[in-house]
């Protein structure tokens, strides 16, 4: 049973548009949100994280908005670059190590 | 520093095999945590261990095991392989006593069943 829903399941951005992927969750208990970034034949790297106190966190081109009511993230990539182009995985975690993840975001930036 | 390492990068078995896969976190994590990589079912959580203790464990048979020696290197063990155990094998480090759910991932153990 997935705990965390992630949408879409690819994205076709353009060099310098926005990106945007969305998660889901369920259980109240979570209160750690990261988002991790992996390329082909490397493992995740963690990207940006978020706790349920805030709604909004930037860093650089990088944004995750946080609606605690809906229980619902997003991670947002401002001026997408073609090296941003790799797949996206949303998670939440109530254990700070036992990370359920989304099924993960396939971002392609077209130059 | 160097990053986390996993042995195998890529193996071959056959049904009915099992498999040990090894782990060395970064130097000074106590944390070690495991997860399954397939692209039907994403990433899933297989179990964690801090200081040769399991804290969690994921919802899996117990086919999967594991275990953390003192120097904090890990290793995971699976039984009976069947097809379906096919996925790519992470490993991920953190230092296990913050909870920020920061895990530095290494670049996994590539396991196919024939």
């Known amino acids: 049973q997935q705990q965390v829903k992630q949408s879409p399941q690819s994205l076709i951005v353009q060099k310098g548009g926005i990106s945007i992927i969305n998660c889901a969750y369920e259980?109240?208990?979570?209160?750690?949100f990261p988002w991790y970034q992996q390329f082909p034949g490397k493992g995740p790297a963690l990207l940006i994280a978020?706790?349920?106190?805030?709604s909004e966190k930037k860093e650089g081109r990088f944004t995750i908005s946080f609606n605690k009511s809906a229980k619902q993230f997003s991670l947002h990539i401002m001026d997408s670059q073609p090296g941003d182009s790799a797949t996206y995985f949303c998670?939440?975690?109530?254990?700070?190590?036992?990370?359920?993840f989304g099924k993960g975001t396939s971002l392609l930036v077209t130059p | 520093k160097a990053g986390v390492t996993q042995t195998p990068r890529y193996l071959i078995k056959t049904r009915g095999q099992q498999v040990t896969l090894s782990c060395s976190p970064i130097?000074?994590?106590?944390?070690v945590s495991w997860y399954q990589q397939t692209p039907g079912q994403g990433l899933q959580f297989l179990f964690e261990?801090?200081?040769?203790?399991?804290?969690n464990k994921g919802n899996f048979p117990g086919r999967f095991s594991g275990r953390q020696f003192s120097n904090s290197r890990s290793e995971m063990n699976v039984s009976t392989l069947e097809l379906g155990d096919s996925a790519l094998y992470l490993c991920a480090s953190s230092d296990g006593t913050t909870n920020t759910g920061e895990l530095f991932f290494g670049e996994g153990s590539r396991l196919t069943v024939l």
């Open positions: 261990y801090f200081s040769e203790t399991q804290r």
């Open positions: 130097s000074g994590h106590r944390s």
């Open positions: 259980n109240t208990a979570f209160d750690y």
């Open positions: 978020i706790r349920p106190d805030v």
């Open positions: 998670a939440a975690t109530s254990s700070g190590y036992a990370l359920n």
